[in-house]
């Protein structure tokens, strides 16, 4: 399972505004929350199954005049696992640019529609079966953007793709269109820019880590898929966030909580899923130097999760830690990368199923994000 953090900080202190440009100045590059990495390994006591996958994804967007950025990225990915005698693996690839267009709609909200193109490439290959999926996929993404900081931004907005997919069986053929129509969040940061105006004036910023300030995190969104080529759909709503609160200089505690519901018009048999969880944490920032700091944090999860056909529920605890090196490579923004550990310590399904509930997966995850 990969892990990803993307994170803000709200100090409770005074703002700390700074002679900076804007969001959307000629020259300026943005790292965005789509520009992640991750790998991870899982392993289930009591049996031989087993996982390994490894996710490569950065995007970057250059705004080559102001308020006009053209974007890139390429995407390799590799799953494997065994049950068993089954095995299976699959390896995907592809490469994507965008286009996109900021509308200031004052000095720290801006609306930004991106259009993007991207084309795939995947190979699956389960026991003797094998399959290769290949297909452009053209979208539109608009997101409505509140710079909290000068170089850290968080959005939300609608976004619509349309995938032509090609599958290719056994020697033989199929076209399998998709459309997905949703609402997503994006965190971001942004590099350099060149600075248009002197109304702000420059003060010193306060360092990461720091009593009284309040680590946030949230991921948002409502989607709705359509399968074409076999008349079927599905929608779902999903939300989480974490909140860390400094209690002391470079100690914090927090609490991340997230729900989600699913309704799947899969014929004959449709069904709904939801999911709701909660998760205490405590985390212990080290810095290593002014532009290199070491926050750690461990967390115990309890979960509940439904499916109405079959009708079961399960409930789940598990423990957490995530360990990231966070690189400040701009006034208040961060990349961070570091190993993750989950670890299901209980699990009980209703009606009872004769499994073995523990668990484990270890992992490792690059972010973008940032604090105020």
Do not use: C
Request: without cysteine; charged residues 15%; glycine residues 12%.
């Amino acid at each position: 399972m990969k892990l990803s953090v993307i994170a803000g900080v709200l100090t409770l202190a005074a703002p700390a505004y700074a002679l900076d440009p804007r969001f959307g100045a000629e020259r300026q590059l943005v790292l965005s929350s789509d520009a992640t990495t991750g790998m991870s390994y899982q392993s289930a006591f009591g049996s031989d199954a087993r996982s390994f996958g490894l996710t490569i994804s950065p995007s970057v967007d250059f705004f080559v005049v102001r308020n006009f950025s053209i974007g890139a990225g390429f995407d390799v990915s590799f799953q494997s696992s065994q049950s068993g005698d089954t095995q299976a693996t699959t390896f995907g690839g592809g490469v994507r640019g965008r286009v996109g267009v900021n509308v200031p709609l004052g000095r720290w909200i801006s609306w930004w529609p991106q259009a993007q193109i991207r084309f795939e490439a995947s190979h699956v290959g389960v026991g003797t079966v094998d399959e290769t999926i290949a297909g452009p996929t053209v979208g539109v993404y608009a997101p409505i953007l509140l710079q909290l900081r000068t170089h850290f931004f968080i959005g939300f907005g609608p976004a619509i793709s349309h995938t032509f997919d090609n599958v290719q069986s056994k020697g033989t053929s199929s076209n399998d269109d998709l459309t997905t129509v949703s609402i997503q969040t994006v965190l971001g940061g942004t590099i350099g820019g060149e600075n248009e105006s002197t109304d702000d004036a420059r003060v010193e910023r306060p360092r990461f880590g720091e009593r009284r300030e309040l680590v946030l995190a949230a991921v948002g969104e409502l989607g709705w898929n359509g399968d074409q080529t076999v008349g079927a759909w599905s929608a779902s709503a999903s939300a989480s966030a974490e909140i860390d609160y400094f209690v002391a200089r470079h100690f914090s505690l927090g609490i991340g909580a997230g729900a989600g519901f699913g309704h799947n018009d899969f014929k004959p048999t449709p069904y709904d899923d939801w999911s709701a969880s909660i998760r205490p944490e405590i985390g212990w920032d080290v810095p290593i130097s002014e532009s290199f700091s070491f926050y750690p944090r461990v967390s115990l999860g309890f979960g509940v999760s439904a499916r109405t056909e079959p009708a079961t529920t399960t409930f789940v605890m598990d423990v957490g830690a995530y360990a990231p090196v966070l690189f400040h490579f701009a006034p208040q923004v961060f990349v961070g990368f570091g190993p993750s550990l989950d670890a299901i310590v209980f699990q009980a399904e209703q009606p009872s199923v004769a499994v073995d509930p523990r668990s484990a997966s270890i992992g490792a995850s690059l972010s973008v994000g940032g604090w105020l």
